[in-house]
Nanobody, 121 residues
Framework: QVQLEESGGGLVQAGGSLRLSCAASGRTLSSYGMGWFRQTPGKEREFVAAITWRGRTSYADSVKGRFTISRDNSKNALYLQMNSLKPEDTAVYYC???????????????WGQGTQVTVST
């Protein structure tokens, strides 16, 4: 089995930065696609960023130029560097993994429990 655990969320002022981490245990995820998604109460979970096993990345238009996704396959770890944070970035952020690449929530097989990010005005 694969277990994912997010960390690094917290309270930050608008314009500030946070770095989220996702640690994976169990089966190695070196050949998996990895992604970050976010969700607020009453809204659908939405795509934020994804990275393939080869390192190719994709981003939601709302975060392009501000967020950077990266991975360290040797450590089974995923990261999301978030800069120039805006109040609309407030959400619970989840990391996820699939044995392919995708930006669709329904395609991902493994999910962490999420880490809360709150951006104040």
């Amino acid at each position: 089995q694969v277990q994912l655990e997010e960390s690094g969320g917290g309270l930050v002022q608008a314009g500030g930065s946070l770095r989220l981490s996702c640690a994976a245990s169990g089966r190695t995820l070196s050949s998996y696609g990895m992604g970050w998604f976010r969700q607020t109460p009453g809204k659908e979970r939405e795509f934020v960023a994804a990275i393939t096993w080869r390192g190719r990345t994709s981003y939601a238009d709302s975060v392009k130029g501000r967020f950077t996704i990266s991975r360290d396959n040797s450590k089974n770890a995923l990261y999301l560097q978030m800069n120039s944070l805006k109040p609309e970035d407030t959400a619970v952020y989840y990391c996820a993994a699939i044995p392919r690449s995708s930006v669709e929530v329904s395609d991902y097989n493994y999910w962490g429990q999420g880490t809360q990010v709150t951006v104040s005005t």
